[in-house]
C-alpha cells in the first residue's frame, strides 16, 4: 500500500505511517493465536508497521505473540517498529535494564524502536532517563519516551539531564477525549515531542457512534476509520488502534487514505467541541 505523504511525516519514524497497531489485550485468548497472529501480519502488510506493547500487556503474553509475529514476517521486508514500555515500579536505573532484557527476550529482538515509561511513579525521573539514555547508547533502543504525563510531568521532565530527548508521550485522545489540545499537545507540539494517541477508538465505544458513521457512510468507511482519519488529521499524531480481528485491521488501515473535510470537522467539533480550558489528563 502507497502510504499516503500526510501520514508519514514523523522524522524518528522514518518513513513508517503514523497508524499502526495496539496489543493490549491480545495473546490473551481472546481469540486463537493464530487469528490474532493473522490479524497482525496482515496490519504489517498493509503498512501499520509500528506495534505497541508492554511488559504490562498480559504479563508478557503480548509481547510473546507479537514475537511470534516477527519470526513469520519475512525478513526482506520493512522492519517493524516496535514500541514497548516499562512499568514504573521497574523504572529504577537496574530495573529499566532488566525489564528491557525480558521485553527484548520475549520479542526476539536486540533492539526496541522506542521504549516507554508507561505511567509516572514514584521513581525520580532522572534515574529512570539515565537508564533509558544508557540503554540507547549501547544501541539496545533507537529512542525513548513517556506515557501519561500531562503538561506538567513533561514540564519537569524538560528540567531533568538528558530529558528533553525523549520524542513521544502516549495519551488517551479521541474524538470524545480531547482535553490535550488546551495546553499539552501544543506544548508537545513546541517541544519536538510526538504524542502517540492511545485508545483512538475510545475503547471499542467509538465503533458505532452515529455521527462517526454517517459521516463514514459518505466515503463508504465504517465509523472506525472516521475516529482513526480524525486523529491522524494533523500528520503529526501517531494512531495505535487495537483489533485481533483481520477484517477489523484491514477496515482501520483504511483510515491513512481518508482526509476529512473542513464541514465534517466542524460536525465532529459540534458534537464535541475543542477544550476552552485546562483538562486534566484522560488515563484508562
Ligand atoms: N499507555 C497506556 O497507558 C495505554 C493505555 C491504553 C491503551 N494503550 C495502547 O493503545 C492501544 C489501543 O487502545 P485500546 O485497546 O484501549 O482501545 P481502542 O484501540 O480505542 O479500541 C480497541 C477496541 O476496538 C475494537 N476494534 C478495533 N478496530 C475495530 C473495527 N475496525 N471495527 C470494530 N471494532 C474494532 C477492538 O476489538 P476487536 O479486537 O474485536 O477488533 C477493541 O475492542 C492498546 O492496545 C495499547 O497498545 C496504552
Known amino acids: 500500500m502507497e502510504i499516503d505523504h500526510m501520514h508519514s511525516a514523523i522524522s524518528f519514524l522514518q518513513g513508517h505511517a503514523n497508524l499502526g497497531m495496539g496489543s493490549w489485550h ?3 485468548g481472546r481469540r486463537s493465536r493464530d487469528e490474532e497472529k493473522a490479524a497482525l501480519l496482515t496490519g504489517l502488510q498493509l503498512g501499520l508497521s509500528v506495534i505497541d506493547t508492554a511488559e504490562m500487556y498480559g504479563d508478557g503474553l503480548s509481547e510473546e505473540l507479537i514475537g511470534d509475529v516477527l519470526r513469520d514476517w519475512p525478513p526482506s521486508r520493512p522492519r517493524p517498529f516496535l514500541v514497548s514500555k516499562v512499568l514504573p515500579m521497574h523504572a529504577s536505573r537496574k530495573g529499566v535494564v ?3 532484557e525480558a521485553s527484548a527476550h520475549k520479542l526476539g529482538v536486540d533492539c526496541i524502536d522506542l521504549y516507554l515509561l508507561h505511567w509516572r511513579g514514584n521513581m525520580p525521573l532522572a534515574e529512570t532517563v539515565a537508564a533509558f539514555e544508557d540503554l540507547k547508547t549501547q544501541g539496545k533502543i533507537r529512542h525513548w519516551g513517556v506515557s501519561n504525563f500531562d503538561t506538567d510531568d513533561m514540564q519537569e521532565l524538560w528540567q531533568v539531564p538528558g530529558g528533553r530527548n525523549c520524542v513521544v ?11 490535550i489540545e488546551y495546553d499539552l499537545l501544543p ?4 517541544n519536538g515531542v510526538t504524542v502517540m494517541a492511545y485508545c483512538p477508538l475510545g475503547h471499542g465505544e467509538l465503533i458505532e457512534h452515529s455521527l462517526l458513521a454517517e459521516i463514514g457512510d459518505r466515503h463508504g468507511v465504517s465509523a472506525s476509520v472516521v475516529a482513526l482519519a480524525w486523529a ?3 500528520g503529526k499524531v501517531l494512531a495505535i488502534p487495537e483489533s485481533g480481528s483481520e477484517d477489523h485491521i484491514r477496515d482501520n488501515a483504511r483510515a491513512l487514505q481518508l482526509k476529512l473535510g473542513p464541514e465534517e470537522l ?3 467539533d459540534a458534537a464535541s467541541p475543542p ?5 486534566p489528563l484522560d488515563i484508562l
Open 266 to 268: 466542524a460536525l465532529i
Open 232 to 234: 491522524l488529521r494533523s
Open 26 to 28: 491480545l495473546g490473551q
Open 187 to 190: 506544548w508537545c507540539q513546541k
Open 98 to 100: 532488566r525489564a528491557f
Open 275 to 279: 477544550p476552552r480550558f485546562k483538562q
Open 169 to 179: 508521550n502516549q495519551v488517551l485522545y479521541n474524538v470524545f477525549s480531547r482535553g
